[in-house]
């Protein structure tokens, strides 16, 4: 009797990830994939908006999402922040590669970043005349 219901909770339980497996493979739904596309352009157009990235800047860094999702969610943050009379945030990030390319460059990517800073902590230092961004910047030349 015990064997039956194990049976049925473990195809149940089985069944559930079934949309999970099925992205992971590429066999996702094209319905599905085409709305799951269209609420991260959304996102991403607001939060361009947000950070005053101009919309045609925004389509060439994220080229693999639907234009019409950026320009969406990008008109519909700029009604908030003007109604709300908001301030742009400057990004503090590079903009991300597409996803082709991703796995490709993510060392030499990560390795500018760190460089770029530290630069601006020496620069920052040197700025604020503690002496510690000249001194290691003569180290490094």
């Known amino acids: ?30 319905g599905a994939k085409e709305a799951r596309l269209e609420n991260d352009a959304k996102a991403v157009g607001s939060a361009c908006r947000h950070s005053g990235r101009a919309i045609e800047d925004c389509y060439s860094i994220y080229s693999w999402l639907p234009r019409a999702g950026i320009f969406a969610g990008w008109k519909e943050m700029d009604a908030y922040m003007r109604e709300n009379q908001l301030e742009t945030i400057a990004p503090q990030l590079p903009p991300p590669e597409p996803p082709s390319n991703s796995k490709k460059k993510k060392k030499p990517a990560a390795a500018e970043a760190s460089a770029e800073g530290e630069a601006k902590k020496e620069s920052e230092g040197a700025a604020h005349g503690d002496g510690k961004g000249a001194e290691k910047a003569a180290e490094k030349h």
């Open 1 to 30: 009797m015990k064997m039956p219901v194990y049976a049925i909770l473990l195809v149940a339980l089985s069944l559930s990830g079934c949309d999970q497996v099925a992205q992971r493979l590429g066999l996702e739904d094209p």
